[in-house]
């Protein structure tokens, strides 16, 4: 299976490549046909025409958006990273107390496998606590887990939940937890 980064680089700045991906995925997240007449009518809509332009050639040169027809496709993938890139990830409302932790130790012959989980587990708002230590308010999403398994890295990989973390006042504070 073909791994699609979830760090896309698609504008001016990082900032403004994050919010043409949230809008190309907002777009295509239904995986619906659309055709140019509609996309055109879209890009019109925004101010720098040209990176969101930009950014929809590069979802198409990464197979993540197929022409077909006189009309543009989410692939199957294009879907699933469509799909996670309008994930909207909230703060817990009530917290239970818990912290959710994930920890690997993937061997070095996967390097890109690893940087990947990382920046997985950074769009799903686990904080980092070592290079290969990361913690969350709430349980690892269904979805997360899929990633690992269908990455064959949930053998590298554990989890766990705590009720006690020694010095977790720098993770309260991240996400604005009370003590």
Known sequence: ??????????????????????????FFRDGKAVTF???????????????????????IKRGLVLAKDKKLIPSKIGLKFFRKSTFK????????????????DIPNEFNVKRDHLRRVLKFYNFYPLQKSLWAAPEQLASDLWEFIVENNLHKYCKVMAVNFLEGDGELRKYYKLSA
Do not use: C
Request: proline letters at 2%; glycine letters at 4%.
């Open 37 to 59: 007449t509609l996309i055109d009518k879209f890009v019109d809509r925004y101010k720098k025409k040209k990176y969101l332009k930009q950014s929809l050639k590069r979802l």
């Open 89 to 104: 990830k909230s703060l817990p409302k009530t917290w239970d107390g818990r912290w959710y932790l994930i920890s690997f």
């Open 1 to 26: 299976m073909r791994q699609v980064s979830y760090n896309l680089k698609m504008g001016k700045t990082s900032v403004d490549a994050k919010r043409y991906i949230r809008e190309w995925s907002e």
